[in-house]
């Protein structure tokens, strides 16, 4: 008879799935936001608003996925760092951290800003297209997404990438990916480059994926998995 599996390796089955879960819903809420904002608000920033006539349902579904993106990539933070437990590094620990929920909170205010052009926009029309407010806050979300969350972005993924290179938490091939892809990010991550946001959420697509892989492996040959 197989002996029952204490509480202790049921959770560390239960955490690298739970991270993976979380981390696929983060990845294909954003993605999904992304596109449906970018295929229907111009790449400039200081155009007039002439796109949110026909739009701004589209937008506003967009804008509605942000939070809830934002839920799932939390539970994507708490969960791997629970798995690192006494190995996390504080510093690494604190920059991880930070660095996640910047990002995240920069997400937000640039959605919450975004959504709220769109009501603005639905009560009086008229009086938002062109005027210097429009202006203002189209400008200030496209430089918080486009420049500042993309680059604590690119900082979330070096530090993720180091603690996998120090403790085996993920394979080496995935942390030099994530070196590599936030170098991109760090360079090029600027109001001149398009979709370059959607580099992060596909390289969380990427490590979720390989956990929740690796946990599955694991799983089957009946030992605890690396992540």
């Known amino acids: 008879m197989t002996p029952a599996a204490s509480p ?29 904002v970018r295929l229907s608000v111009p790449a400039d920033p200081l155009e007039l608003g002439s796109w949110l006539h026909g739009r701004a349902s589209t937008i506003a579904l967009g804008m509605n996925l942000v939070p809830f ?54 009560a009086d029309p008229g009086a938002l297209t062109g005027s210097t407010t429009f202006t203002f806050a189209r400008a200030i979300t496209y430089e918080i997404l486009n420049i500042y969350a993309i680059k604590m972005a690119g900082v979330f993924m070096i530090v993720t990438s180091t603690l996998s290179l120090r403790t085996g938490f993920l394979a080496r091939w995935v942390a030099f990916c994530g070196f590599a892809v936030a170098l991109v990010l760090l360079l090029l991550g600027s109001r001149f480059v398009d979709w370059i946001l959607l580099v992060f959420p596909l390289w969380v697509l990427l490590v979720s994926l390989y956990i929740l892989v690796d946990n599955l492996r694991a799983r089957r040959a009946g030992s605890a998995p690396l992540a």
Not at 9 to 36: C, E, M, N, T
Not at 69 to 97: C, H, K, Q, S
């Open 8 to 36: 202790a390796d049921a959770q560390r089955f239960r955490a690298p799935q739970a991270a993976a879960v979380a981390g696929i819903v983060f990845s294909v809420l954003l993605v999904a936001s992304i596109l449906l």
């Open 69 to 122: 993106a934002g839920i799932a990539f939390l539970w994507f933070i708490g969960v791997l760092r629970d798995r690192l437990g006494d190995r996390e590094d504080r510093f690494f620990a604190t920059v991880f951290l930070g660095s996640g929920l910047l990002f995240l909170a920069m997400l937000f205010f640039s959605a919450a800003v975004g959504g709220g052009l769109v009501l603005v926009y639905a």
